[in-house]
């Protein structure tokens, strides 16, 4: 996963370079492995602004700005948590692009409606004429806890990559 991982950072990296823009992050299962990644290549400090490891539902709340209303009414692991998690993390950075990720790693915790395994991306960017962008994705990815985790970053990195 390594070197898969560093050339899609270094694909991104040079993106956000040619285009000029900075990231950041919100993350939730994922416990800051997608911001480690993304800072493992050396001068990230020019394309990445900051990370926000969001666990709790309080830290969703408290520092990314997501409506308890969205929680309660469609909980944590969703599309609607995903996009508001990618538009906190943007309106509390500099940047011009963010990606959250908020799914259930596991071994426990999921259910019939959301298994184990189930992760959703948002992805935001604000654009030249001051319009935000905000959509989500979805996957279930399958295998441990660590499985789960590792191809949430990777598909975090295509999704973000892809979404530029």
């Known amino acids: 996963m390594i070197s898969e991982t560093s050339e899609i950072v270094q694909q ?18 994922t416990g800051g492995m997608l911001s480690s990644v993304l800072t493992d290549l050396p001068g990230s400090s020019q394309w990445f602004d900051r990370g926000f490891i ?3 539902n309080e830290a969703k709340v408290k520092m ?7 929680l309660e009414k469609f909980g944590a692991v969703s599309a609607e948590c995903a996009e ?5 993390a943007l309106n509390n950075s500099s940047s011009m692009v ?12 999921g259910s019939t409606e959301k298994p184990v ?11 030249e004429n001051d319009k935000t962008i905000v959509k989500s994705k979805k996957q279930i ?24």
């Open 12 to 29: 991104l990296a040079d993106v956000l370079l040619e285009k000029n823009i900075k990231i950041v992050t919100a993350e939730s299962c």
């Open 54 to 56: 969001v666990y709790s």
């Open 64 to 70: 990314l700005g997501v409506s308890e209303k969205i």
């Open 84 to 88: 508001a998690m990618a538009l906190g």
């Open 98 to 109: 963010a990606i959250s990720i908020t799914g259930i790693a596991g071994p426990s915790g």
């Open 117 to 127: 395994g189930l992760v959703y991306f948002g992805l935001s960017m604000k654009s």
């Open 141 to 164: 990815f399958q295998g441990s806890r660590s499985d789960i985790r590792q191809a949430s970053v990777l598909f975090a990195l295509s999704s973000i990559t892809d979404f530029l």
